[in-house]
């Protein structure tokens, strides 16, 4: 199966769970294809879905594409650009045949030839440096992907479904790159994606509980880690203080987290920077925090990408379907009580390109 052909059963699917066929769809925004069709990918997609869309757009984002695309739907709707946008990412994943394109930026340049190359190395130097600067301990960030993989016990879709693991296990699995061993680090496959946004009027006559966008908020400060602000405070703590004030919500109003978790660390670092623990207090939080359905805050029921894969950029658009399915009552077998508050954050990069958003069940 082809990534076009993977993005067609994610759109199909979006489409018919809103109740809507392809000609009530008139805005279209897709993720970049790297390798498969570099130009005038919005074009292909649509005519290959059957589309004619009045408004088409790529959001390049990294792992932030899903929600950044959701914000960026509702602002071409409010524009009158267009009435019903479907929001969808994919990728096929062959191991042997990775797509690739030529890349020459300053990071291949100045950061590359040095040895600084891969998400491995630039997320365990973040690792390291919140352990030199707040103390966080190996089984303090261990805890991330045990507890994810608990709620992923909930979750048959999730690629690690049935297979629990303690913190010895993840502490005793292959060192991949100092502090970060193998059971802390996402594992790449296939999937898709998608949402469907449109306005509130219209929402009203599809056959779910509409879920609304109450708040929103971006930042991208660097693209190679050399050049990040901070490696402790990443860009999304002013992107989720954004999305708060928009949203006129507080941290302590929240009903879920569903929080992009590439790495053990970035669950610790975005516990910070969105207000629920103290900055440098995410590695003990994590150790006392229940992420099961059933605690006051529940963290990525579905098990995260740590338990579900990241399907490439549809795997941050995971969150975003997440916490629509909790927020309607529609996460079957894994159903939070009465949410009606969620936190989602996409993150690209290394903690570079960020957004948060604030969904909810009712307007207000």
Known sequence: MTSLEMIARAARGATFDAGLTPQDIDGLIIGPQVGETPQHAPAALAEYLGLQPRFADIVDLGGACGPGMVWRAAAAIAAGMADTVLCVLGNARDPERLPRSPNRNPIREFDVPYGASGANQAYAMVAQAHMAEFGTTPEQLAQVPVKQRQNAMLNPNAVFHGKEITVDDVLSSPMVMSPLHLLEVVMPCGGGAAVVVTSSDRAHDTPHDPVYLLGAGEMVTHRALSQAPRLTTSPLAPAIEQAYRMAAVRTDELDLLSIYDCYSIVVAETVEDAGVCAKGEGGPWIEQADFSITSDLPINPHGGQLSTGQSDLAGG????????LQLRGDAIGRQIDDPELALVTGNGA?????????LGNSPS
């Open 317 to 324: 658009m995971g969150h975003v379907v997440e916490a629509v």
């Open 350 to 358: 290394t903690l570079s390109e960020e957004v948060a958003l604030i």
